[in-house]
């Protein structure tokens, strides 16, 4: 699977956009690209997948460009509770229906100040 | 409807102990995925189950690791004897087929203190 890289940290004041760019050059054919958030002492939680051109949904959308070589998850007027660990990650579907795993990076700490 | 549940939520053991981490998933999702975070490190894969199939567990860390998941419903992560690197936090995660492909549902975490 590709390797992803991101920004360690990012910080944001409440109200504003952010945008999370994650590059992942090795991406093959096959896989699609997801993000998760986390939030201390819980488990990560999926915020949205794509495969190319753009994927929105309530809480985030995410922009993938034709090269498929990075992907930019934007979340929309950020609040202090969108403080967390943001992980960009490659998946790939296996035949059959059976989902690979997982390969999580060391994420974006993104910190959002009133 | 009820999320992926973990217990215990935290366990403090003495190296050379057994612990044995349970995870109920979803009801109806076939795949249950193990991973876990020691201290400063990435979120790790530990392995993949399919039902009660092993699907692969090229993440798992030694022969002191052992899983199940008799039954294809909950599953159980046993660490005998206990080490002081296992430390950490254990996730478990389920997903359904046909859904999302990269929709996993994770669980809060058992915490792990070996002393």
């Known amino acids: 699977l590709a390797k992803t890289t991101q920004p360690i940290s990012m910080d944001s004041y409440e109200g504003q956009e952010v945008n999370i760019t994650c590059s992942h050059n090795?991406?093959?054919?096959?896989?699609?690209i997801t993000w998760y958030q986390q939030f201390p002492s819980q488990g990560p939680r999926f915020i949205i997948q794509?495969?190319?051109t753009k994927v929105t949904n309530e809480v985030a959308s995410l922009f993938i460009p034709a090269d498929r070589k990075s992907s930019t998850l934007s979340l929309p007027r950020v609040s202090l509770s969108d403080t967390a660990v943001y992980y960009c990650?490659?998946?790939?579907?296996?035949?059959?229906?059976?989902?690979?795993?997982?390969?999580f990076g060391t994420g974006t700490l993104l910190a959002v100040q009133p | 409807e009820a999320g992926v549940t973990q217990f215990p939520s935290h366990s403090v053991i003495e190296k050379g102990q057994t612990v044995t981490l349970r995870c109920d998933p979803i009801?109806?999702?076939?795949?249950l995925y193990w991973y876990r975070r020691v201290m400063g490190k990435e979120i790790k894969f530990l392995l993949h189950?399919?039902?009660?199939?092993?699907?692969?567990e090229s993440g798992m860390p030694n022969n002191r690791f052992l899983a199940e998941r008799t039954g294809g419903t909950y599953s159980t992560l046993k660490v005998q004897p206990a080490e002081l690197e296992d430390s950490g936090v254990y996730f478990c995660?389920?997903?359904?087929?046909?859904?999302?492909?990269?929709?996993?549902?994770f669980g809060e975490g058992s915490r792990l203190t070996v002393l």
């Open positions: 995660a389920s997903s359904q087929d046909g859904g999302i492909p990269g929709e996993l549902f």
């Open positions: 090795n991406i093959a054919t096959n896989d699609y």
């Open positions: 794509g495969y190319k």
């Open positions: 990650l490659v998946g790939r579907r296996l035949g059959g229906g059976a989902t690979n795993k997982l390969i």
């Open positions: 009801s109806g999702h076939d795949n």
């Open positions: 189950f399919v039902k009660e199939s092993k699907q692969d």
